[in-house]
């Protein structure tokens, strides 16, 4: 949609990047009321949403690249430009898991309950992100009856759907979802039961991502049925649904 926050000369900065970057110090600044949870100094609270923020940069471009080659096989170098979009939230998030877990291992943190207090970084630093994706105009709709948004000649979109189709603005709507959900784990992070934050982070995206891939117009869909997004969804809810059901029994043995 309008991609290029700024030009400088030779030095092109895109909105996209920007996002990253306020999506990145809002989380840093937000972790800061739910270390205590975790037992986290203030060293961990900066290196926790660091780890966590560059292995879900590799993973989530690995997945889109991998997703989308042949957009990079002319043009190798672009691979590494995630400044200009191109991320696949669920290929970050697996890839940051498993760097936060090796990292809570090195610490000694208790990674259930940092995972836990990061719930709302993560809700936060992800409605950011795609307000970056809304702005550089990847992660579409599909066509929409009376609410949407046109894009421009020439972007992904039009190439699909035609110049002046109203598309669903799906970025927004999870960035929406993704807003609200930050207060709603803010304040299940600093109050509620070891894993209770963690597991409904499971449900509740794993859910919101299935619901808002019946709209998206850009993602392939496996055996003519699903997103690998809900593919990903339907893994996502049954396995915070158990945890949950888990930690709360715990947590009423040991009350």
Same mark, same amino acid.
């Given at each position: 949609m309008f991609p290029v926050a700024l030009r400088i000369g030779a030095i092109t900065i895109y909105w996209y990047g920007v996002m990253a970057a306020i999506g990145f110090l809002l989380a840093i600044y937000v972790q800061k009321f739910t270390k205590e949870h975790a037992k986290m !100094?203030?060293? %961990?609270?900066?290196?926790?949403?660091?780890?966590?923020?560059?292995?879900? /940069?590799?993973?989530?471009?690995?997945? *889109?690249?991998?997703?989308? @080659?042949?957009?990079? #096989?002319?043009?190798?170098?672009?691979?590494?430009?995630? %400044?200009?979009? $191109?991320?696949?939230?669920?290929?970050?998030?697996?890839?940051?898991?498993?760097? /936060?877990?090796? *990292?809570? #291992?090195?610490? #000694?943190? %208790?990674?259930?309950l940092m995972f836990d207090a990061i719930t709302p970084a993560m809700a936060i630093g992800h409605a950011c992100g795609r307000i970056g994706c809304f702005l550089h105009g990847c992660c579409f709709g599909n066509p929409a009856s009376f609410f949407g948004v046109r894009y421009p000649a020439g972007s992904e979109a039009?190439? #699909?759907?035609?110049?002046?189709?109203?598309?669903?603005? !799906?970025?927004?709507?999870?960035? $929406?979802?993704?807003?609200?959900?930050?207060?709603? @784990?803010?304040?299940?992070?600093?109050?509620?039961?070891? $894993?209770?934050?963690?597991?409904? *982070?499971?449900?509740? *995206?794993?859910?919101?991502? @299935? /619901?808002?891939?019946?709209?998206?117009?850009d993602n392939p869909h496996i055996w003519g049925l699903f997103t690998p997004a809900q593919l990903i969804g339907l893994l996502l809810i049954p396995t915070g649904v158990i945890l949950l059901l888990y930690f709360k029994k715990n947590a009423a043995q040991d009350a």
């Open positions: !100094t203030d060293d %961990d609270t900066s290196n926790v949403i660091f780890v966590a923020m560059i292995a879900g /940069l590799v993973g989530a471009r690995i997945f *889109y690249v991998v997703q989308f @080659f042949h957009l990079f #096989k002319d043009n190798l170098w672009n691979i590494i430009r995630v %400044d200009q979009g $191109g991320l696949v939230f669920y290929g970050g998030f697996i890839l940051a898991i498993i760097a /936060l877990i090796v *990292y809570a #291992k090195i610490k #000694k943190i %208790d990674p259930v039009v190439l #699909k759907y035609g110049e002046g189709t109203l598309l669903h603005p !799906t970025q927004l709507y999870e960035a $929406g979802a993704n807003f609200i959900a930050f207060w709603f @784990f803010l304040k299940l992070a600093r109050n509620c039961k070891r $894993g209770v934050a963690m597991s409904s *982070y499971f449900i509740y *995206y794993g859910t919101t991502r @299935f /619901l808002i891939e019946l709209l998206r117009g």
